[in-house]
């Protein structure tokens, strides 16, 4: 039987674009140094860095963990693995394009590109390398998100999926909050990683999972 498809979900790529858009104005901005970039910036600074407690900054050292390369590696690497193992191979390939290419790919690629530095202030943790954008944010949106993804797809338990969706949600603001408040990153850098990490996200989903509801795969076996 031929399986059901929908159209693609307008809402959706326009967020898609929508998100697009904000990265190329904030890549404008580091390039030709605009304005409205140093606003960002300095709201960044004052909203979400001050004020430097020993509370908030406990906080923030541990949930920034959740978004470097090697914890980013080691999740993706173990949902692929359980995947394979039961045969669910479009989810192997939607982490694998999401976070081992657009993310910890990507990032490497545009860091060198744009060779940003990183603030020029007090670091509360150790961050090597470059600064647009923030590969945690990208990390976030890329690794967390799709996890979001697959839980609206595969966890029909309406309460399980409501707490794993805020539990990650949590981490994907939280973990981009973290790289500001902790000095290693601009607001705009933390921005432009949210951003290109929703486009790529959203155009990954609608192309891999084929325009697919939720119907499909709860209906999938009776197909």
């Given amino acids: 039987m031929r399986k059901p498809m929908r159209t693609f979900d307008y809402f959706q790529l326009g967020l898609a674009l929508f998100g697009l858009t904000i990265f190329l104005c904030l890549?404008?901005?580091?390039?030709?140094?605009?304005?409205?970039?140093?606003?960002?910036?300095?709201?960044?600074?004052?909203?979400?860095?001050?004020?430097?407690?020993?509370?908030?900054?406990?906080?923030?050292?541990?949930?920034?963990?959740?978004?470097?390369?090697?914890?980013?590696?080691?999740?993706?690497?173990?949902?692929?693995?359980?995947?394979?193992?039961?045969?669910?191979?479009?989810?192997?390939?939607?982490?694998?394009?999401?976070?081992a290419i657009f993310a910890l790919g990507g990032m490497v690629v545009l860091k060198h590109t744009f060779n940003r530095p990183r603030p020029d202030i007090l670091h509360l943790v150790s961050a090597s390398g470059t600064s647009f954008p923030s590969g945690h944010a990208l990390n976030s949106i890329l690794l967390y998100g799709s996890l979001i993804v697959l839980t609206h797809y595969y966890v029909h338990n309406i309460y399980l999926r409501y707490a794993f969706t805020t539990?990650?949600?949590?981490?994907?603001?939280?973990?981009?909050?973290?790289?500001?408040?902790?000095?290693?990153?601009?607001?705009?850098?933390?921005?432009?990683?949210?951003?290109?990490?929703?486009?790529?996200?959203?155009?990954?989903?609608?192309?891999?999972?084929?325009?697919?509801?939720?119907?499909f795969f709860e209906n999938e076996e009776n197909t």
Avoid: C
């Avoid at 603001?173 to 921005?191: K, Q, T």
């Avoid at 486009?199 to 989903?205: V, Y």
């Fill in 167 to 215: 539990l990650l949600a949590t981490l994907i603001i939280a973990i981009p909050m973290s790289r500001v408040y902790l000095g290693v990153h601009y607001l705009s850098d933390v921005l432009a990683g949210m951003s290109l990490g929703t486009f790529f996200l959203i155009m990954s989903k609608e192309f891999i999972f084929k325009y697919r509801t939720r119907e």
């Fill in 27 to 99: 890549m404008l901005g580091v390039l030709y140094d605009l304005p409205y970039l140093h606003w960002i910036d300095q709201l960044g600074l004052h909203q979400i860095r001050e004020p430097l407690t020993a509370e908030r900054s406990w906080f923030f050292r541990n949930v920034t963990r959740a978004g470097n390369t090697r914890w980013t590696a080691v999740v993706m690497a173990a949902t692929i693995a359980v995947s394979l193992i039961v045969k669910k191979y479009d989810i192997a390939v939607f982490m694998f394009v999401n976070v």
